[in-house]
C-alpha cells in the first residue's frame, strides 16, 4: 500500500493508539512486527508507516514513552528498534522545538538509568543520530559534549561503554562537528580512550576501536604530538590479546573497525603499512586462529591493496612480505572436503560440491589481490607457489594449484603467453594432471582447459595435438562419472577447436 492511501478509519486507530497511555497495543504491534505470522506483519508495518506518515511527532514521542516507562527491557529493546527502523532523520525534523528540547534532556537521562545492555546499545545509536540532526538544523547539543566526556572518564563501566558508542555510531556528516567541539579536551579525551582499548572488557576494547574511527579527524589535524600514534599502536595491541585469549568474535569486530578505517581515511595509514602487513601476516599464520577470522583480516588487506592512496606501496612491499601474503591466501583454497555428492553427477550442487565457504572466499580474495597488485608484481610469486603446490603429495594442494593457476590466468594470461618457459610448464602440468590419481584433480585440470583465457587459447594452438593426445589417453582411465562428463563436453569442444583452426 502507497502512504498516500492510508484509510482514514486505519489513521483514527493510529491517532488513538499513539495519544493514549496506555502501551499494551504497542506491544501487541511489536510482537507482530518480530513475528513471522502473515498477514499481521504486514498490517504492522503499514500501520507504523501510516503513523509515520500522519503523526510522526506522536510516533516519536510515544516510542520514547515506552522506552523511558516499560518495565520489560524487550519491550523497551523493540521500542529503540522500532524508532531505528522508521529513521530519526524523517521523525526529528517534525518534533516541536519544545518537545526537541525536553527528548535532548530525557534521553540523556535515559542513558544513564537503563540496565539493559543490548537497549542502551540501541539507545546510544539513537543519540548519535539525534545529534546529527540537530547539528543539521543549525542548533548545538553542549550536554551531550559533556554527557560524553564525563562518561568516559567514568569508573563506572557502563558509563564508559555508553560514550564510547555513542562515539562509535556517530553519522559521518556530524563527525566534523563532534570532533571540532572535543577539540579544547583532546588531551583527556585521548587518555580516556588509550585506556578503553587496553581494557579487560572486551566490548568497551571493540567500541573504542569504533570511536577512534569515528574521531580520527581530530586525533590526526592536531599540530605537534601525534596522538593517533598510540591510538593504533593500542588497536593492534589490542587485537592480538583478544586473539590470544580466544575471543575470536570481538577480534573480528577491531578488524571490521580498521577496514572502515582505511575506506574512510586511508592516507593517514600510510606511515604504518609495512608494519599493519606484518601484522596482520602474523595472524594468518597463526593456527590458532578460524579461518572465519582470517577472511576478515584478508578483506583488510585488500582493503588497503584496492585504496588508491595505499594501493603503490601495497604494490612496493618487499618480496618476501610478498610471498608471506599470497601464501597465507592459498590456505584458504584448501578448505575444500571431498564430498560423496561431488561423485553424483545429479547433485543439486555439482561442481560446487565440497567447496566450502571460506575456498570460495579465498579465490574471491586472490582474483580481487591479483587485480590490485598488478600482473608483473604477482606472476613470478604465484608461479612459484603453482610450482610448488603441483609437487605435492596431498591432493588438495594439487587442487588448490590448479585454482589458483585459473586465478592468475585471469589477470595475467598475456604476460605467461609471452614468458615460453612457463607456457610451457603449465602445459606438462595441466597435461600430467589429466592421469592425477586424485578424480578432482583430474576435473580440475579439464576445467581450467574449458577456461576462456588468452593462455588456454595458446596452449591449444600451439600444443593442440599434444593436448588431443592426452585426452584421448586419460579417457579410459576415469571411472568416476563427474571427471568423464567434464572429459567428454572438453573433448568434443578440443575437436571442434581443431575443425576451425583447421580451416
Not at 100 to 111: G, P, R, T, W
Not at 184 to 207: F, G, K, M, R, Y
Not at 209 to 228: D, E, H, M, P
Not at 424 to 432: G, S
Amino acid at each position: 500500500m502507497m502512504e498516500s492511501e492510508f484509510p482514514q478509519e486505519l489513521q483514527t486507530q493510529a491517532y488513538g493508539i499513539l495519544s493514549s497511555n496506555d502501551v499494551e497495543p504497542l506491544e501487541t504491534l511489536f510482537s507482530h512486527v518480530f513475528g513471522s505470522q502473515e498477514p499481521q506483519r504486514s498490517q504492522a508495518y503499514t500501520f507504523l508507516h501510516c503513523c509515520k506518515k500522519h503523526f510522526p511527532h506522536l510516533l516519536f514521542i510515544k516510542l520514547f514513552f515506552v522506552i523511558r516507562c516499560s518495565p520489560v527491557s524487550d519491550t523497551r529493546s523493540r521500542s529503540a528498534l522500532v524508532l531505528r527502523y522508521l529513521k530519526i532523520c524523517d521523525l526529528w525534523p517534525n518534533l516541536s522545538l519544545i518537545a526537541q528540547n525536553y527528548m535532548k534532556s530525557h534521553f540523556l537521562v535515559c542513558l544513564l538509568e537503563e540496565v539493559s545492555m543490548p537497549t542502551l546499545r540501541l539507545l546510544c545509536g539513537i543519540v548519535s543520530e539525534m545529534g546529527s540532526e540537530i547539528s543539521k538544523a543549525g542548533h548545538e547539543w553542549p550536554e551531550l559534549m559533556d554527557f560524553l566526556l564525563n562518561s568516559i572518564q567514568s569508573d563506572y563501566e557502563k558509563l564508559q561503554q555508553c560514550a564510547l558508542w555513542v562515539l562509535a555510531y556517530l553519522p559521518k556528516g556530524f563527525r566534523p562537528v563532534v570532533c571540532e567541539a572535543l577539540v579544547p579536551s583532546l588531551e583527556p579525551l585521548h587518555s580516556a580512550i588509550l585506556q578503553a582499548l587496553s581494557s579487560p572488557n572486551a566490548d568497551i576494547q571493540v567500541t573504542a576501536c569504533g570511536a577512534v574511527v569515528s574521531l580520527i579527524g581530530l586525533f590526526t589535524s592536531s599540530k605537534g604530538r601525534n596522538w593517533f600514534n598510540d591510538l593504533l599502536r593500542a588497536m593492534m595491541v589490542g587485537l592480538f590479546n583478544l586473539l590470544s585469549h580466544l575471543k575470536e568474535e570481538y577480534a573480528r569486530g577491531a578488524v571490521n573497525e580498521l577496514i572502515m578505517l582505511v575506506m574512510d581515511e586511508p592516507q593517514i595509514l600510510k606511515p604504518y603499512l609495512n608494519h599493519l602487513v606484518l601484522d596482520m601476516l602474523n595472524v594468518l599464520e597463526c593456527k590458532k586462529v578460524t579461518d572465519e577470522t582470517k577472511l576478515f583480516v584478508d578483506k583488510f588487506l585488500l582493503a588497503m591493496a584496492e585504496a588508491t592512496d595505499l594501493a603503490p606501496m601495497m604494490r612496493e612491499l618487499p618480496h618476501e612480505t610478498m610471498f608471506r601474503l599470497l601464501t597465507t591466501s592459498m590456505q584458504l583454497l584448501l578448505s575444500i572436503k571431498d564430498d560423496n555428492a561431488w561423485y553424483n553427477t545429479e547433485s543439486e550442487q555439482g561442481e560446487n560440491d565440497g567447496k566450502m565457504d571460506v575456498y570460495k572466499s579465498g579465490i574471491l580474495f586472490l582474483r580481487k589481490l591479483s587485480t590490485a597488485l598488478g600482473e608483473k608484481r604477482i606472476l613470478p610469486i604465484c608461479f612459484e607457489l603453482f610450482l610448488g603446490h603441483m609437487e605435492a603429495t596431498e591432493w588438495k594442494k594439487r587442487y588448490a594449484g590448479i585454482s589458483l593457476l585459473a586465478v592468475i590466468a585471469e589477470e595475467c594470461s598475456d604476460e605467461m603467453v609471452m614468458r615460453k618457459d612457463c607456457l610451457d610448464q603449465v602445459t606438462a602440468i595441466i597435461l600430467k594432471s589429466f592421469k592425477d590419481p586424485h578424480p578432482r584433480v583430474c576435473w580440475a585440470a579439464f576445467n581450467f582447459m574449458q577456461q576462456p583465457t588468452n593462455l588456454v587459447q595458446a596452449m591449444q594452438i600451439l600444443y593442440h595435438l599434444k593436448i588431443v593426445c592426452a585426452l584421448d589417453a586419460a579417457l579410459d582411465q576415469h571411472r568416476n562419472p563427474t571427471v568423464k562428463v567434464l572429459h567428454r563436453d572438453w573433448l568434443c569442444m578440443i575437436h571442434e577447436f581443431r575443425v576451425v583452426y583447421a580451416s
